[in-house]
């Protein structure tokens, strides 16, 4: 069965300092891969999201960046944090399949403060 | 485009009666749609979906909804709430988006379940 990982599960982190947090899938092949953001009291905003190694597509201008260096491996990245920025951060994947019929199965999260 | 609404932000139930979440929807297409639930500090878990098969759609936890293409709705039912059932639900329908293409999800903005005891 596919599980999905994410690190950390808590991460507080002063303003100005650089951010990396990382999504793992195992127990499928090329998915498509997924970074949300889940603000306090807001709904779920999607920030990036991945089709294969390397191809990444932005929904939102922002001070973070995505990267995707192996085909099960998701990173969220940022050289200098903003308080804005604090959030629960939410991965997911979905499998490739004809007809568009895929589904997203969302990670643990991780909770992003930043102070 | 698509969109999503929740009628309800908050709703409140006493345990062991009956449970439903609205939501109405918006799309160009014929939809796929989705409930997940989110419990406090968790991610999220998808509990049904619809993608134009039934029009009445079994999830895990004795949870269903009922797609009415009328009515554009999508409502969430349990015939007898669990206290384990307080969470955050989350309506969603899927992006139109041609294959090859990573599909996208438009999020309704929530709905908080209490159950009472």
């Known amino acids: 069965s596919q599980t999905i990982h994410q690190w950390p599960a808590t991460l507080v982190q002063p303003v100005g300092s650089p951010l990396s947090l990382e999504c793992t899938v195992e127990?499928?092949?090329?998915?498509?891969l997924y970074w949300y953001r889940q603000a306090a009291g807001r709904g779920l905003q999607l920030l990036f999201y991945?089709?294969?190694?390397?191809?990444i597509s932005s929904e939102v201008p922002q001070n973070l960046s995505a990267s995707r260096p192996q085909d099960r491996q998701f990173i969220l990245s940022s050289k200098k944090l903003l308080l804005s920025d604090s959030g629960f951060y939410l991965c997911?994947?979905?499998?490739?399949?004809?007809?568009?019929?895929?589904?997203?199965?969302f990670g643990p999260g991780t909770r992003l403060l930043v102070l | 485009a698509q969109s999503v609404t929740q009628l309800d932000s908050h709703v409140s139930v006493s345990e062991g009666t009956p449970v439903l979440l609205r939501c109405n929807y918006s799309?160009?297409?014929?939809?796929?749609l989705f409930w997940y639930v989110q419990h406090p500090n968790k991610g999220l878990q998808l509990l049904l979906k619809?993608?134009?098969?039934?029009?009445l759609v079994k999830g895990i936890n004795g949870f269903e909804a009922e797609f009415k293409k009328s009515e554009t709705s999508f409502h969430l039912t349990k015939p007898s709430a669990h206290m384990s059932d307080a969470a955050e639900y989350f309506c969603?329908?899927?992006?139109?988006?041609?294959?090859?293409?990573?599909?996208?999800?438009?999020f309704g903005s929530g709905t908080q379940l209490t159950v009472l005891p």
């Open positions: 997911a994947w979905s499998p490739r399949l004809a007809g568009g019929q895929e589904t997203q199965y």
């Open positions: 127990g499928t092949s090329n998915p498509n």
């Open positions: 991945s089709v294969g190694i390397g191809q």
């Open positions: 799309s160009s297409y014929s939809p796929s």
């Open positions: 619809y993608t134009s098969a039934a029009t």
């Open positions: 969603v329908v899927r992006g139109p988006l041609p294959f090859g293409s990573a599909r996208q999800l438009t």
